[in-house]
């Protein structure tokens, strides 16, 4: 919290000794409004991609990743402080979003191998079915893996009942 404040008042002083404490004033009530105003509009954006995934029965990580990261950015220009609004608008402009949410999905990769399998296979077609108890009801049998029906009981083998629902842009 001590380095936060130094870094604000350091920026805050070598803005004013440049353009003067009138103008510094004015940058920091413009980066603000202009910041909120911002924020506010790239927020109803990131939530209408959000439902518009989710209405398409995607995976919606990067219409997450973008609201979560407008949310900070408008967090960081509601926190009075040069720096910090140079930091939210970063944030809530899409270019520098868009690098910083593609460095944040790299080092939660990096940080848990199993989220990118998990990101690759989620692309897939949607499959709406039910699961069905495969025992065979005239002799509780069930199937073995190559579809023989053997003898007691195997603990493995669910079939799927369903429709394959195609995906975005393959109807």
Not at 22 to 44: C, D, H, K, M, N
Not at 74 to 97: H, S, Y
Not at 109 to 115: A, D, F, N
Not at 151 to 162: L, Q, T, Y
Request: proline share 5%.
């Amino acid at each position: 919290m001590l380095l936060y404040l130094v870094v604000e008042i350091v920026a805050l002083v070598a803005l004013g000794s440049a353009i003067g404490l009138g103008w510094t004033l004015l940058v920091l009530l413009a980066g603000s409004v202009l910041g909120l105003w911002l924020a506010r509009r790239e927020g109803v954006r990131a939530a209408q991609a959000l439902a518009e995934a989710v209405s398409n029965r995607r995976v919606a990580h990067s219409e997450l990743t973008d609201g979560l990261l407008v949310a900070a950015g408008g967090v960081l220009l509601f926190v009075p402080g040069l720096v910090t609004d140079l930091a939210g608008l970063l944030l809530v402009l899409p270019p520098t979003r868009a690098l910083v949410r593609r460095r944040l999905v790299r080092a939660a990769e990096r940080r848990s191998p199993g989220l990118r399998s998990a990101r690759i296979r989620s692309q897939g077609p949607v499959v709406d079915g039910v699961v069905v108890d495969d025992v065979d009801e005239r002799t509780g049998d069930r199937p073995s893996h190559d579809g023989r029906v053997s003898e007691g009981r195997v603990s493995e083998g669910r079939v799927i009942e369903g429709t394959v629902v195609p995906g975005p842009g393959e109807r």
